[in-house]
């Protein structure tokens, strides 16, 4: 687990860290695309995948509505002395995985209904807090996780900005300031957890370091900040368009 090679990490070559990335990996995701995930209502089966997003692992991606989903202790919020609360957070999604999870850690680990998996997500994103999708090959190469990530306690995280893996890949989408909106109050550029804000007359977007994580929109009061496609972060993971 990702949470598990932050010690390590400072120590790994380039080739050793890339390694990891291709084995343990995870997409950002907008608010709005992780409650698709939850709330598709058929199956999806999606062919070329790899095209679609970049994980040629992720090649059998099937939600049912209403899906499995179970909740537990966030793993990487677990080792810091003062995480960030709450620390149930974690949702694994469908089947085996959520009985496996209810059967191995039953004390740290509730099922949700749909709702209340999606009402999970709702807080998580005003908290200022990043979904992302995690991918496994050695898991059924499929989708099976969908992560709720601060940037004080996430390990995913830490490995990217600090350490350069990279574990974590764009949404396919860019925050852009709407310049007249903005009170150069800093919330962004605090918020951010890529750092991809910088606040100096007005916010400004680094678009090397955004992630699209829709973050820094749902913390400006102002309403100054949204998201953009764009197709030089490669295309999102929707899956409201594989009807």
């Known amino acids: 687990m990702i949470y598990a090679l932050k010690n390590v990490l400072p120590q790994m070559t380039a080739a050793e860290r890339q390694a990891a990335a291709d084995h343990d990996h995870g997409k950002v995701l907008p608010t709005e695309l992780a409650q698709a995930l939850l709330t598709h209502n058929h199956d999806i089966g999606l062919r070329d995948l790899e ?8 090649r059998n991606l099937l939600l049912k509505g209403p899906p499995d989903v179970a909740v537990f202790d966030c793993p990487c919020r677990a080792t810091r002395p003062h995480p960030c ?11 085996p995985f959520v009985d496996f999870i209810m059967e191995h850690h039953p004390a740290k680990s509730r099922r949700l209904t749909q709702r209340e998996a999606v009402d999970l997500l709702q807080a998580e994103h005003a908290r200022g807090h990043v979904h992302a999708a ?3 090959d050695a898991m059924l190469d499929r989708f099976y996780a969908i992560c709720n990530c601060c940037k004080c306690c996430c390990g995913g995280i830490e490995a990217m900005v600090r350490h350069g893996v990279p574990m974590i890949t764009s949404s396919g989408y860019v925050a852009q300031v709407e310049s007249a909106y903005c009170t150069v109050c800093g919330a962004c550029e605090d918020a951010c957890p890529f750092g991809a804000i910088h606040v100096d007359g007005t916010a400004q977007v680094i678009f090397e370091k955004c992630m699209g994580c829709g973050v820094c929109e749902g913390q400006c009061a102002q309403g100054a900040i949204s998201l953009a496609l764009d197709a030089r972060k490669g295309r999102p993971l929707d899956v409201r368009a594989f009807a």
């Open 134 to 136: 995690y991918f496994k």
């Open 51 to 58: 095209q679609i997003i970049p994980y040629p692992v992720a």
């Open 85 to 95: 609360e709450p620390t149930q957070v974690c949702m694994i999604v469908g089947q």
